[in-house]
């Protein structure tokens, strides 16, 4: 039996140092590097119940529970991993990364550049969804963990989820990968480059050294985040919230608010300008950009994921119109060509790409019982019985 | 027999000066005012084969043709409008008219206030699309025409056709909306207020007095026009035309173009930038999210439209996801329910909202057979047969 949900309660991030260069995509490398990391549940004798949660554009590592210092910072996914939770804590354990590059502790452009002696800056290397993934592995080794139960992420963090599988297929027995997309759309592209734009010709954004300065790129920021958002949420489902409600009961015949919908944006704008560093937003923007598994397989999804070896699930949201069901569909088509075993669900939701992260229920029981048959799972096969490995 | 399509040729623009005061829907009025305007092909002795041609957010009275000093600046509906073209100009006389606020020579911010002897700025009035149509009906006065044949426009222009029939119900036969919508939804409206945000927070917009710090707000405009453009086209057009193409063959880990879709944003990002008055992009974008007829009728369609006596051709484009044919067809509906005469085209075209300025055959053949029927009409019953004069 298992208790009622609740939350993991009061968590520690913890931060890891790693001292080995790691070789990046971009032909450089980076000399050493800190990963925050926190962690929920405990790893089994066998450590067979690990599941690692990828995380997307603004989030980190702190994926569930709140801080002793700061109650009301609860993590990005709380719904979803916790006692009794879809990722149940009392039957896995679950470890959130800030990935590099991010400003949420883990080394980034902020940190200081040991070959320059001051902040990276926009030198921060491009890192890609494949050199986080190298750098996760070289956590899972530090943890002692030689095979996932699951890897899992929504959007980006899916995308991390889908190159776990192709680069280290060993070592995970579950994909779980929600609201993505095999590639980005030039559509996606492009709105995209608008916010880097938004960005990089902020006055304030001083070529990325705007730390020296004392200044923060906001304006920039704030229409990246703008644009994001409107990307974030469905055309009903913002039709729903704020239609053509005015804040003021009748047109201002100004440039102030006249709808609710612009005040709402604004808002999340200015809130998101107070807390993310411009620099990341640049480089984990071309990291989504850059992901494109089938680039060196001449475009041939299904010979890409040829290698891999977990049993997947996709989810994916009707109402998403940044990655639609369609793009899940591709990586579905692309593994089931391969012979996987694949589960698939398009869920009508109405909230657009956001709805990875908000409580529906259909949603939130789809991931619970696919988490709960992993346990049954490693209960009964306690060894992998991986595609390759079952060979 | 009509000629071959050919070009209206060389054209000139002319300045009307009209001396009352205009009142304004925000409640103030405007002293006096110029509207550029050009006309193609010539005014019938009964002066019933007259069209207006009203233009969309960058557009202008340059409709057709081309300048005498500026050969290469071909009027932006010429597809439309030339002699043996859908609009005929051997049949009709049309009329193309710079709408006041607009930066082509109209009365605008970059003009004079004689209330204080400097450029309007920022607070030139926020003229909606009731006011345009106004300023336009003075013209129509001016050249002595009492009806028009018909009013037509795409886009924003749709929606000063629709205007048209709803203030001055008398002055057309005909009114034709392409790619339009009764009003914005949120998703629109978010769209052109992250654009506002993005002028108003250029430190070189100086509050819209820019002209005095002999500066223009180019990043903010360049954004504008890229987030503009990205809701132009559609997903499916921007894939066939762009795809993950690569600028420089191979990925360049910074934050230059690395895909062709960024240079071509940025590229038409920049030409926007040299020729479009900021204050005209504010404005003119808030006159699209003020539009919305049925405001003053609880939110009833067709109790707003219940005045209008014109008849209708009304078309929308599949891959439209701005106004989607979803949104004409609520025109169509409310029009139906009021028992006008209503022609409605839904046009399985690739190209998105631009559609409506292409050369798409089945488009263009569908807007040539509307006109021949009213220059049938036209022959056949010079009096006009407008629902309520038939009474």
């Not at 997307?56 to 210092?69: E, F, Q, R, W």
């Not at 990089?200 to 704030?222: I, N, S």
Request: aromatic share 10%; with cysteine.
């Amino acid at each position: 039996m298992s208790s009622l949900p609740g939350s993991v309660g009061i968590v520690t991030p913890q931060a890891f140092q790693f001292d080995q260069p790691l070789a990046l995509q971009n032909g450089t490398s980076i000399a050493g590097y800190t990963l925050m990391v926190e962690t929920y549940g405990q790893l089994n004798a066998a450590k067979s119940n690990a599941v690692l949660i990828c995380h997307a554009l603004n989030a980190s590592h702190h994926v569930a529970g709140v801080y002793a210092d700061d109650p009301k910072n609860v993590g990005w996914w709380d719904n979803m991993v916790g006692p009794g939770k879809p990722v149940d804590t009392n039957k896995f354990f679950v470890i959130g990364v800030n990935n590099l590059g991010s400003c949420f502790g883990s080394t980034g452009p902020m940190h200081t550049n040991p070959a320059t002696g001051k902040p990276y800056g926009a030198d921060f290397p491009v890192v890609t969804v494949e050199d986080w993934v190298n750098a996760q592995a070289r956590l899972a080794e530090r943890l002692g963990i030689t095979q996932f139960a699951a890897v899992m992420g929504g959007s980006l963090g899916g995308m991390q989820a889908l190159a776990w599988s192709i680069l280290y297929p060993d070592s995970l027995r579950h994909c779980v990968v929600v609201a993505s997309t095999p590639k980005l759309s030039a559509q996606n592209i492009a709105f995209n480059d608008v916010a880097r734009q938004a960005i990089l010709t902020d006055p304030d954004f001083h070529g990325g050294d705007f730390y020296a300065h004392k200044v923060v790129p906001r304006r920039g920021l704030r229409v990246a985040r703008m644009i994001g958002h409107i990307t974030y949420l469905s055309d009903d489902d913002m039709a729903e919230k704020f239609g053509r409600d005015l804040k003021g009961g009748d047109y201002q015949f100004g440039y102030g608010v006249d709808f609710e919908i612009e005040s709402y944006l604004r808002y999340q704008g200015d809130k998101f300008s107070d807390y993310f560093d411009a620099n990341t937003y640049l480089l984990i923007t071309k990291a989504l950009d850059y992901f494109d598994p089938a680039r060196h397989t001449g475009g041939d999804l299904a010979k890409a994921l040829a290698q891999t070896k977990a049993k997947f699930l996709l989810a994916s949201f009707t109402t998403d119109w940044r990655f639609s069901p369609e793009r899940s569909r591709e990586i579905v088509k692309a593994l089931v060509s391969n012979k996987r075993t694949v589960s698939y669900a398009e869920i009508d939701a109405p909230h657009g790409h956001d709805a990875f992260l908000l409580d529906d229920s259909r949603y939130l029981n789809l991931i619970a019982a696919y988490y709960q048959r992993i346990d049954t799972e490693l209960q009964t096969e306690p060894q992998a019985d991986l595609l390759g490995a079952a060979a």
